[in-house]
């Protein structure tokens, strides 16, 4: 039965990185962590494990995405309000982030998005509860 996720991307900074990702309020998962890569925990079910470009590439023989001109993938965080969402947001552009696009809001879903300072795109979304 699988019960997590470690979502594993690629970065150009290790330390950079790991100033960006506790910016925003994640901790570390220290032991899992190395002066070549840093696991951040999202959650009790998502950490997120970003090696160097050196060493990330040893795990696979593709190249590794050039996320300025591709989308490697849309990471999807599910948040508990439009509140968390904004404060990600704020807290990312805040600490060298971008965004791509202007928050929208759907009704029954709020969603906002930012890239990381390697490019890889997070988007945050809150639904409310249907009847």
């Known amino acids: 039965m699988i019960r997590a996720i470690v979502v594993h991307l690629s970065t150009k900074d290790v330390a950079r990185t790991r100033a960006f990702y506790t910016a925003l309020g994640f901790t570390l998962n220290e032991g899992m962590s190395?002066?070549?890569?840093?696991c951040i925990v999202m959650s009790e079910t998502i950490q997120l494990m970003l090696s160097e470009e050196s060493v990330f590439t040893t795990f696979s023989p593709r190249a590794v995405c050039d996320t300025s001109k591709y989308l490697?993938?849309?990471?999807?965080?599910?948040?508990?309000s439009r509140a968390e969402i904004d404060d990600l947001v704020r807290k990312a552009v805040a600490a060298g982030g971008t965004t791509v696009e202007e928050a929208e809001d759907h009704g029954f879903m709020y969603q906002h998005s930012f890239l990381d300072l390697d490019g890889h795109a997070w988007n945050l979304f809150h639904t409310t509860e249907t009847p």
């Open 34 to 38: 190395g002066e070549k890569h840093v």
């Open 72 to 80: 490697e993938v849309l990471n999807c965080l599910q948040c508990s």
